[in-house]
């Protein structure tokens, strides 16, 4: 008997959804990591409340890796500890750091609907619905991210720009931190 056949015996897990939620880990994984690099740079600089926005951040990231991690052995597949390569580690303004935060959330946001759609298109509710935490969650991650960009905008970043961003940045973070503690 191949290989395939057994593991479809003995879980309803497919192969396919299984490389999906696998490339997943890697994604989030590499977003920990990314953003792990992201809050050093901001430390480095001296943007205090932007790297403990990024560290937290970086933990979360982690979170939602182990959170498909586990999903993956428990179901009956063998999750795989991804490898992270390429992390960049300068950056050319903080502005910069925000708008690739902005770009990278919304690939996730991709991939996290494309798994969704898959789920659903083979009948595998389980994870279909597993996966609804992601798509809450990449929701505010993006409306997380937009508004940190806007306030680049908004306060401009001349003078005590940077500055005042910087502080809005730890405002914002003390709110996230808030609401996902509630
Ligand atoms: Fe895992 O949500 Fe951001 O990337």
Redesign the pocket.
């Known amino acids: 008997m191949k290989v395939k056949e057994i593991v479809t015996l003995q879980r309803s897990l497919l192969v396919d959804t299984e490389k999906l939620l696998n490339k997943q880990v890697e994604?989030?994984g590499k977003?920990?990591a990314y953003?792990l690099s992201m809050a050093s740079w901001c430390d480095m600089m001296g943007y205090a409340n932007a790297a403990k926005y990024l560290y937290t951040?970086a933990d979360?990231?982690r979170m939602?890796?182990m959170k498909i991690f586990r999903y993956i052995n428990e179901a009956g597949g063998h999750a795989i500890q991804p490898e992270i390569t390429d992390i960049r580690h300068n950056f050319n303004s903080l502005r910069e750091v925000f708008e690739l935060i902005l770009e990278?959330?919304i690939?996730?946001?991709k991939a996290?609907n494309n798994i969704v759609d898959h789920a659903f298109s083979v009948k595998d509710f389980a994870t279909f619905s597993f996966m609804q935490w992601?798509v809450t969650?990449?929701r505010e991650?993006e409306t997380m991210?937009r508004r940190a960009l806007e306030l680049f905008d908004i306060i401009g970043e001349e003078g005590v720009g940077l500055w005042t961003i910087d502080q809005e940045l730890g405002k914002l973070h003390n709110a996230s931190v808030q609401a996902s503690g509630e």
């Open positions: 994604m989030e977003s920990s953003y951040h979360e990231e939602h890796m990278h959330e690939k996730v946001t996290i992601y969650e990449q991650e991210s």
